[in-house]
Each structure stands twice: as structure tokens, then as C-alpha cells.
């Protein structure tokens, strides 16, 4: 490789936007092979069993643990000392996330409400996938104010909490107890690491892999134990935090191997035999719409509503145009959308094969729609002054 090529190579890898494309290209790499001769192999690769588990298990249960993992992280950081730190800060991203999900949600229940198979994947829509989102917002450069990247990222990282927390509650069947209080033993001893000022992070991270272990024996969803670990991991002294860390240690892998393999597993579905009557399928019509349609629509009611209010402010340098815009790009559910799919519909082919149509074509028209209003040339505050 060049001189040329590597540093090009290098930078693309290390920008948000590389971590969009590259996820984008997993997924459209996962549609091709699904519809070619290699389909069969694809398929058959992703159900064979490895140590007890297939392995498109091991990479929806334990690699999206990690990924989990540094969802937690983030979201520790931002509430500890980020763009979530103050109640001040909090409020805009607070309401627009409640907004962005309590829409998609209802969207979608209108077009399942007297379905009751499909009425369970109603959180489907609700999510925001915060790597594609960001990306596409940093392939438009300077022509977006710093402060709607703040605001997008505050309100992902809430969107994610929101999502962590509907899975626990909403997607948790058949407890075993026994495996249960396991976890929760585990559990408590990290805390008590973590009070007791234990800064070495190999003691954690051994205690994390028990916690999985027992977390995935329990019935409780694997992938809830790296948010667990990740909120007992010390974030102090505040330079050198364990947090900090183990964030920046795993971000690469995270963005560049974990998501896009997540991608690659899941996003593939094969046309053969499919019709377009999957689109008027209400699972598909509900996912399309809530993303589409209820994320832009929640965000942006509820943004209004906090501004209204007085509780809050636009975001310094930006009109009502770009926060729409935003609020478009957020319909972008991709990776946590189609992790609730498989979550809701377990087992039933055809309805995750609805999910990801879904899912693919609700955030493609999201991704479109909101870079075009981005990138189209506004007024700036004079555009504010007319809403």
C-alpha cells in the first residue's frame, strides 16, 4: 500500500464518518451474499454451534456485549462529567429522546394494535443508531454547527439508556432464578471493587466475563451484563479513570470489527420467494412509518415543546431547519432496531425478515432524507425567527 493510500486509509479510519460507511458497506455486503449462490453457506455458517452456542449467537449475545459495554461506558461519562453532567444540559436532549421514542412507539402499535404476534415489537422503532446517525453527520463537515453534534450525540446516548432499559424490562422471559442471583453476587462484588477504590481493570473485566456467563444463564438478555459492568468501572482519578481506558481500548473495535459483523450477520435476508406484499405487511408498514415518520415527528414536537416551555434553547448556531434535520437522521435505527427484532420475534423467520426490510428501509429514507435538509443551504438564525 502507498504512502498515499495509507494515510488515507488511516484517516478515514479514524473518523466518524468510516465508521458509517464501513457499517454501511457490512450491511449491503450481507444483502448481496443472501441473494447469491453463497447464500445457502452464508446461512448455514451463521447456525453452526461453537462451544455450545451458534454462532450468530456468540455474535448477537456476547461481541454485542461488548458493544453494550461501551454503550454503558458512554453513558457514565456523559452523566458524570459530559454533555449530560447538568440538569441544564440534560433537558433539550431529555425531551427530544422521550419524544423519539414514545412517537415511533405508538406509530407502530397503530398499525399492529389487534395483531398480537406482531403488537410485540413495538420498541423496534424507538432506537437510533448512534454510529450511523453520527457518520452521516460528520460526512457534512462544516456545514452543521458543533453544538447539533453535541445535541445529537446527548440525545442518542439517552435514546440508548431508553433502549437498554425497554429491553430489560419488555424482552426478559423465563427466569432462572438460581442463575439470577448469581449475576447479582457478581454484581455486588464489582460494586464493592468499585467503593473500595480497586482501580485494576483485569479484576473487573474477569468479574464482567462470570457476569455474562451468569447473565446469559438467567434468561435475562446477555448483552445487559456490559451495561452492568460498564456502570462499575471507576471513573476517577479523572485523567487516568479505568473508564477512560477501557472506552478508548475498545471504541476501535467496537466501530470498525463488532458493529460491522453484527451487520454483516444480521442485515442479510434473501429475496427468493419474497414478494412485495412484504410491504404491506404491518410490521414492516410499522417500522418503516415509526422511524420515518415518529422519530422526526417526536423529536422535533418534543423539542419544541422544552423550547416553548422555556426549559431550554436551541442549540448555539443553529435554526429550526437543522434540528429538523437531526431529528430526520435519528430515524436511522439500523443496529439497536434490528437487535429488538430479534429479540421480539425469536424463532419466527418471516417476521424478522419483515424487521430488517423494515429496519433497511425505514433509516435508508431517515439517512437520505436528513443529510439532504442538512446539507441544503438555510438562512441561519433568520430561518429561527419564523417558526
Known sequence: ????????????????????IILMISATAALIVANTPASEFYFASLQRYIAGLSVLHWIN???????????GLEIKREFLDGQLSTWPRRVLPAFAA???????????????????????GWAIPTATDIAFALGALALLGSRVPSSLKIFLTALAILDDLGAVTVIAVFYT???????????????AVLVVLNQTGVARLSAYLVLGAALWVFTLKSGVHATLAGVALAWTIPASPRKH???LTLEHAIQPWVAFA?????????????????????????VTLGIIAGLFVGKQSGILAATWLA????????????D??????????????FTMSLFIGLLAFPGAEALQNEVKVGVLLGSLLSGLFGMALLSWPGRGKAAEQTI
Open 173 to 187: 422471559d423465563h427466569l432462572a432464578l438460581g442463575w439470577l442471583a448469581a449475576a447479582g453476587a457478581v454484581l
Open 307 to 318: 423550547i416553548r416551555l422555556r426549559l431550554a434553547r436551541l442549540p448555539e448556531g443553529a
Open 241 to 243: 479513570a479505568p473508564l
Open 320 to 333: 429550526w431547519r437543522q434540528v429538523y434535520g437531526i431529528a430526520v437522521l435519528c430515524g436511522i435505527g
Open 258 to 282: 463488532i458493529l460491522p459483523i453484527f451487520a454483516f450477520a444480521n442485515a442479510g435476508v434473501s429475496l427468493a420467494g419474497m414478494s412485495w406484499d412484504v410491504l404491506k405487511q404491518p
Open 1 to 20: 500500500m502507498s504512502r498515499s493510500l495509507s494515510s488515507a486509509f488511516h484517516r478515514l479510519v479514524a473518523s466518524q464518518a468510516g465508521a458509517g
Open 61 to 71: 449475545d456476547a461481541l454485542m456485549a461488548v458493544f453494550f459495554l461501551l454503550v
Open 98 to 120: 422521550t419524544g423519539g421514542m414514545v412517537v415511533p412507539a405508538l406509530v407502530y402499535i397503530g398499525f399492529n394494535l389487534n395483531t398480537a404476534e406482531t403488537f410485540r
